[in-house]
């Protein structure tokens, strides 16, 4: 009996505090915005999720065009009652009349609609650069429906307009949502070119003032981060990740840092490379090679110097 007394007086404590210091009617709902991101990949890749016939309760088949009506409208539905509920959060509309914001979620949300044809071009040549640079695919819907650095990248294009309309919370949520699906972390204010791949892509990251060109290829564990964020709140607003010109290939485990740092087009970037400074455009960077050993049974060794193979390596 005493633990229950215990347990119950917690709670209240916790549901005091809670009262205080948060407005639950404020709070963006995330199942809703994983719920818009879900209906969205249905209308840029129409037929490859589901079937787009839809069937009603008379048992009628509706038309594509009819079933496209009806996702639009309810993605524009949903993102502005999420758009109202997030423009708390910016000190812009703190104290504005509910009015004001209601007016204000639906015009971002007629923008964002009308960006859905261009997010649906990036994403189109997106999917053909991973197709072109793998091998191991087999078609586009194979890459649509199953690769994790595709679906990644179909968020953040989807992210990045809500982040250019500076609503907040939303973008994040969706890139953290997909973040935590795939283990691929590209910050919605990061701007990023056409024919992007991200290939296999687990612990990939991409900061939020990252600048990426076009036809740009990373492989898994590649870091675009920033040298050091010890300013916190400080640098707010200033670059501190770095820019990857056009025709840049990043292979596994390597880490690109700082604002500063501008890696030149058709720039190669071996595995395990930590580079903070530029790179001069068509350059192959890579770590120095390093020294095998070998050991037998008999305790016999052997060493082999990497650089004896056919390697190249420019040292940074």
Known sequence: MEIDQEIEQIAAELLNDFQKKRDTAKQPIKSVIVDIIGKLQHLLFPGIFESILITD????????????????????????????????????????????IDKTAWEITRRFILKIPLIKDFLEKDIEAAYSGDPAAYSKAEIVISYPG???????????????????????????????????????GAAIGKYFFIDHGTGTVIGETAVIGDNVKLYQGVTLGALSTKGGQT??????????????????????????????????????????????????????????????????????????????????
């Open 150 to 188: 595709v679906y990644a990248t179909m968020v953040y294009r989807i992210a990045h307009e809500l982040y250019l309309l500076s609503v907040p919370l939303i973008p994040r949520i969706m890139s953290e949502y997909a973040h935590s699906l795939t283990g691929i972390d590209i910050h919605p």
């Open 235 to 316: 640098i707010k607003g200033v670059k501190r990740h770095p820019t990857i010109s056009d025709n840049v290939t990043i292979y596994s485990g390597a880490s690109i840092l700082g604002g500063d740092t501008i890696i030149g087009e058709g720039v190669v970037i071996g595995g395990n490379a930590f580079v903070i400074r530029s790179v001069p455009e068509n350059t192959r960077v890579s770590v120095k090679n390093p020294e095998l050993q070998f050991k037998s049974s008999g305790n016999i060794s052997a060493h082999i110097e990497l650089d004896q193979l056919d390697f190249w390596y420019y040292e940074i």
């Open 57 to 100: 309760s008379f048992g009628v088949r509706g038309s594509v065009k009819n079933k496209l009506n009806l996702m639009l409208e309810e993605v524009s539905h949903d993102l502005a009652a999420q758009a109202r509920l997030a423009l708390r959060y910016d000190i812009r509309y703190k104290d504005a009349e509910q009015s004001e």
